[in-house]
């Protein structure tokens, strides 16, 4: 079947969008030597900023050329569910009631650890909350983690290729880690109930390899930067007199099992996420500054991702159906790296008769190639929102971000394909 015009431009928005994700520093560089118009290219150089922009001028095209009606009705007909848990989960989570529990609980791990404090608390960061992500879902798990390295070791001036492998590494752990079941990984859920998964069948198939990757990936960051790491001082802890009273903690931790127990509902979790606001606004002083815009960002360049990505259906799915079990392994790895990996399992979804092999390999791709770029998979944009503040210029460069993901990227491959 011959692609629309729409189809077609959506496409080459799309492959324009991803450009525009290497090229973000450029525009940072223009709002620094061009500040007659410096809002416009500060604008255009937020990373989370790009897939939504495009996104409306996708939509002012529909607008022209189909008329209105037909342009409101694409925009009514697409799913912004994942945006909007994705914003909801996102400020929850890095609420300071659930960020002191989870650093305790982060401590305690890092006890057992036999390393220096700095050397134990990076490697658990990057072992251990990712696979918690399994449980509390990704987005969750990216929050956490990305806060927690930025409060013990980006606000302290490491390194540059510390920076880089930190962030590669805990990308595609994220992407990993969330396949202990079959409810917290995007990719994951967008088959599991077709597939009939459950979180024991993942478990079994892909839960004890990806935390072995996992593992491993953490270990080796760990082991290539333990000098850095274990010449840097942590912060020190917070006085008794700044801690959380357990109850207050208890009730958010509620609030973020019902935010997570009812993604796909979002009457549900929106309505939880405006009881934490008022809770937030009742009880400021058990609170620190909410990041509702860096949520907001990220549920913008979600939705972007959302709309543009609906037009690509056309070349995905024929690109999928074309591949055996095999090639497709490769295939999503490669193909996650230019577009959302949930959006290729759910193509896969579609496609009828598939044999288990073929299946599995598909979703372990997607999971594969979930750090490769900011994109890749949807947890990604909140690191990265988290986390740029650091790098030079606040910006990540897409190319040194693929670099550094690439050696845990293939840990992974090793651990799927040879396990």
Known sequence: MMPTTIQLIGAILFAIAILHTFSTKFF????????????LWHLLGEVEAVFGFWAIVLIVFMGFT????EAVAYLDTRNYTEPMFVFAIMVVAASKPVMQFASALVRMIARVVPLPEPVATYFTILAAVPLLGSFITEPAAMTLAALMLR???YGQGISRHLMYVTLGALFVNVSIGGTLTNFAAPPVLMVASTWGWDSLYMLSHFGWKSAIAVSINAAAATLIFHRELAALTLPAARAAADDVPAPMIGIHLFMLFLIVAFAHHPPIFLGVFLMFMGLATAYPRFQERLILREGLMVAFFLAGLVVLGGQ?????????TKMDAT???FGATALTAITDNAALTYLASLVEGLSDEFKHAVVAGAVTGGGLTVIANAPNPAGMSILRRDFNQGVVNPLGLFVAAVPPTLVAILAFRVL
Do not use: I
């Open 151 to 153: 409060e013990r070791y």
């Open 28 to 39: 940072e560089h223009l709002a620094h030597t061009r500040p007659a118009h410096a809002g």
């Open 312 to 320: 690509q259906a056309w070349w995905l799915q024929a690109v999928l």
């Open 327 to 329: 090639t497709v392994y």
């Open 66 to 69: 189909a008329g209105l009606d």
